[in-house]
């Protein structure tokens, strides 16, 4: 919960769309805990409280629940409204299936509370999937040393440098920076945009030389494109963003 020594704010947005989607939110919440200064918000949208997220995590995050009717997520346009709430000079933006490296968190931190970041991510682009076979193994006891001794088991997530994922942020410069781009309807583009934003502005970025894993979980409707016409709305703003001049 939120605490006055709290400096940065993480935000998670939910939709159980799946089982594995809230065990995932449980591990990951889980991995978050154990650091000072750090606050966790969970926002669920979805058509109906079921009342389980809430009270799994009521007395370890702040919880609220939104009626989102919409079968596609907009996600930034939640995030956005999660951030007109935040009052911590930092801000994180994380999916609810990914696990970072602990000393890659603690290294972001400081790069950001030392100035010497404007962004920060706690990995190198990588996003290992974990497999549900090794993922159930974690969720065990938590143990990170799970993933980590069973890395080269796993494939990426993507055959690309990622951007987002697990992203902390200076507050303020997000904000100057627009916060994030509520064109993107849905599953799409909108970590790059954000990336290229603060890359335009000629701000520090920082990422540690560590993967990022990703906990497996089915991937629906908000995991993927759902439309053509989506993909090139999407590809359509990102063209914007990164021809926009510094």
Request: aromatic fraction near 10%; hydrophobic fraction near 35%.
């Amino acid at each position: 919960m939120e605490t006055s020594s709290d400096i940065l704010s993480i935000l998670i947005l939910y939709r159980g769309d799946s089982i594995r989607r809230l065990y995932n939110l449980k591990a990951v919440v889980a991995s978050l805990l154990p650091f000072d200064g750090i606050e966790i918000h969970v926002r669920e949208a979805d058509r109906v409280n079921h009342h389980v997220v809430e009270r799994m995590l009521q007395y370890v995050v702040n919880y609220e629940f939104v009626e989102d009717t919409d079968s596609i997520l907009h996600k930034t346009l939640h995030f956005n409204q999660m951030l007109t709430c935040i009052t911590t000079p930092y801000v994180g933006i994380w999916d609810c299936d990914v696990i970072a490296y602990p000393e890659s968190v603690e290294e972001c931190m400081r790069e950001l509370t030392t100035g010497n970041a404007a962004m920060a991510l706690p990995y190198n682009g990588v996003c290992l999937d974990t497999s549900r076979v090794i993922a159930d193994i974690y969720m065990r006891d938590y143990d990170f040393m799970t993933l980590k001794n069973h890395s080269q088991l796993m494939p990426k997530l993507q055959p690309h440098r990622l951007t987002g994922g697990a992203v902390l942020m200076n507050r303020e410069t997000f904000r100057l920076l627009g916060d994030e781009n509520e064109n993107y309807y849905g599953w799409g583009d909108d970590d790059f945009d954000r990336y290229i934003r603060f890359y335009n502005a000629q701000e520090k970025i920082f990422r540690s030389n560590t993967p990022l894993f990703h906990l497996t979980h089915p991937r629906g409707e908000n995991s993927n494109f759902n439309s053509p016409l989506l993909a090139l709305a999407s590809k359509t703003e990102l063209s914007k963003t990164i021809n926009c001049k510094r």
